[in-house]
């Protein structure tokens, strides 16, 4: 029966069935398509934000101002979080010699600029004694450090020993990472303890270092000298510009 039934339709009638089901699949293609375009560009921007999000805050939530105050000293004691020694992992350089051979002046010309509390002389003594050290290269890869004296390097392992909180005569903070020297090791410090403005896992880009061989607490007394450094592989002028963007 519904064979004979379809013979009897007529042929244009046919005709007219198909084209309109071709035109409507047609169109359900193109709307599908559309569809798919706008889910496949919302999920790439949503990615792409959170990629970039992730990259800026170093795994915390934590928006520009935020990082600033940070940097500043301003924070809660429970926002701090313990590191890894691979933190600081790189080859570095100290930037005491930029200060002595006049490459630092213009960070110093610029402090006077703005902080307006010390003349660039003033300021010149103040970080002779802050960057002083005869430590000019310090090259740190998994739990070894390697301390650069006279172009010689003495390497030793170090364990982590926790963090210590300082609060300074402004009011602001600071954090020092400490670690310890695992075993006996001539010619290397017994107790290290690093400050880079940070107080949770991040990667240094550069960093304030205090070492000794009397016990953690002495070297958390220490105000007046911080041996600083910054990657080898910089410039004295990159170093300078460094220090000016902060």
Known sequence: MKKELIKSIPVFFLLVLILTGCQEKGDLTVENASSASELTSSDSNSESAESTNHTHHHDHDHNDEKEKEIYSGIFEDDEVEDRELSDWEGDWQSVYPYLLDGTLDEVLLKKVETKKDKTFEEYKEYYKVGYETDIE??????????????????????????????????????????????????????????????????????????????????????LDNWPTYYFSILSGVEIAEEMNAH
């Open 137 to 222: 290269r310090i090259n740190i890869k998994d739990n070894m450090m390697t301390f650069y004296k006279n172009g010689e390097g003495k390497s030793a392992e170090y364990k982590y020993h926790g963090y210590e909180i300082l609060t300074y005569e402004s009011g602001n903070k600071g954090v020092r990472y400490l670690f310890d020297l695992v075993g006996e090791v001539d010619g290397v410090p017994k107790y290290v303890q690093f400050s880079d403005h940070s107080i949770y896992p991040t990667k240094a880009e550069h960093y304030h270092i205090y070492f000794g061989d009397e016990d953690q607490d002495t070297l958390l007394n220490e």
